[in-house]
C-alpha cells in the first residue's frame, strides 16, 4: 500500500504531473474542445465527472480480478467500464442540457477514447492507491485537465483577435501554445515535495 | 474525414488503399489522430519505432477480425464491439513485450496499454474495416500503420538529435554541441510537432499554388 500524503497527490496530478501539459493524455479534446471556455470548461466538468467513477469501479474490479486471479483481464473491463459510464453522462446531458449536448458534440462519446480517463486507471493501479487516494488522485487529474482546457481556451480566444500568417493559424499555432503552456507548467516541479 | 475514407467496395485499386496512409491521408500529418501516443513516446527514435510497430500489429489484427464479423455486429453496439477487440489485442501486445525486452516496456510504460484509445485505431475500424472486406482492410491497417510509424519516426529522431545529440542510440553531432535538453521533455513533444504541421502545411500550399498557376498558365 502507497501512503502518500493526500495533499502532495492533489498538487502531483492537477499541476506538477499535469495530465494534458505533462503526460500528454487527453490531447484530441484538448485540441478539439478548447475554443471557447464556457464549452471547454463544461467540458471539463464532464470529464471530471467520468474520471471519478470510472477510477471508483476500476479500484473494485482490480480488487475483485486480482482477488479471482486474473489481472490480465484488467485493461478489457476497464474500458467498458468507461464506455458505459460515458453513455449514463450522455443520456443525462441529452435530457438535462440539450444545448451544451449539442456544444459538445462528437467530443462526448469520445471521451470513451480520451486517454486521461484510461491512463488515471491505469496509473491509480500501478501506483497501488487505496481507497482515498484513488478519489483524490481522480479530483487532481480532473481539476488538471479542466485547467488545461480552460487556459487554453482563453489564450485561443484572444488569438482569434490577432494577425498571425495564414500558414501558422489553426492547429500548429495551438500547439505551439501549448508547448510554451508546458514550459511553464514545468515551473511548478518541485511543488509539494 | 469520413468523406474522404470510404474506400471502394469493389476491391480493384488495392494498392490506393495501402499507399494513401503513408502519405496523402498520413493519420498524424495530414488527419491529427492519435496524438498522445504521438508527443508522448517519442523523446527517442527507437521508442518511436517501437510504438510504431506495436501500433501496427493493433491496427492490422483489429482490422482483420473487424472485417471478418462485420455482417454479425449490430449497429447499435459496434463501437464497444470494436473497442473490445482492440482491448483484446493490446493486452496481446503489452505481454509480447514484457516477454521480448522488459527495458522497452519499462521505457514506453502505459503507454502501450494506452494503445486501446489511440484514436487512428477506433478510426479506421469505425471508418474503414465495418465497410470492406478482410483483404482491403489489412491493406488500409498496414498503409495507416506504416505511415504511423513514419510520423513517429519523423518526431523520434528531430527530438532525439537535438536534445541528446545522437540518433538511435549513437552520437553523431560533435561533443561541443549543448544539448537541447528541452526536445526530450514533454514541451519538445509539443514544439517538434507544432513544427512539422508547419513543414506539412507549407508543403501542401505550395503544391496548390503550383497547381493554381498551372490552371492560369493554360
Redesign the interface.
Known sequence: MNNEPLWTIFIGASLINNFV????????PF?GVSGKVATASRMGAAVMFVMLVSSICAFGIQKLLVAIGAP?LS??SF??VI?STVQLVEMFLKKMSPALFRALGIFL??I????AI??LA??QT?KGYGFVQCLVYALGAGAGFTLALVLMAGLRERLELVRVPD??R????T??V???L??IF?GFAGLGG | MTSKVQGNPTGTLSTDEFIKGLWRENPVFVQ??G??PT??VTNSAINAVAMGLATLFVLVMSNIVISSMRKFIPKQVR??TF??VI??F??VV??AIQAISLDLHTALG?FI??I????VI?GRAEAFASKNGVVPSILDGLGMGLGFTFALLCLGTVRELLGSGSIFGLHVLPARFQDWV?MI???????T???W??VF??LK?RRAGGANAAKEAA
Not at chain 1, 489553426?170 to 499555432?173: D, S, V
Not at chain 2, 486501446?116 to 484514436?119: F, G, Y
Open positions: 501539459l505533462a503526460y500528454f493524455l487527453g490531447i484530441c485540441l490480465y485493461l478489457i474500458i467498458a464506455a462519446p469520445l470513451t477514447t480520451n486517454c484510461l491512463g491505469l496509473f500501478n500558414l501558422v489553426g492547429t500548429a499555432l500547439l505551439m501549448a508547448g510554451i508546458s514550459v514545468m | 491529427v489522430l496524438m498522445c508527443l508522448a463501437i464497444a473497442i473490445l482491448a483484446t493490446v493486452t503489452d505481454y502505459a496499454a494506452l486501446v484509445v489511440n484514436c477506433l528541452i521533455l514533454p514541451s519538445g513533444g509539443f514544439f510537432m507544432g513544427a504541421l508547419l502545411n507549407g500550399r
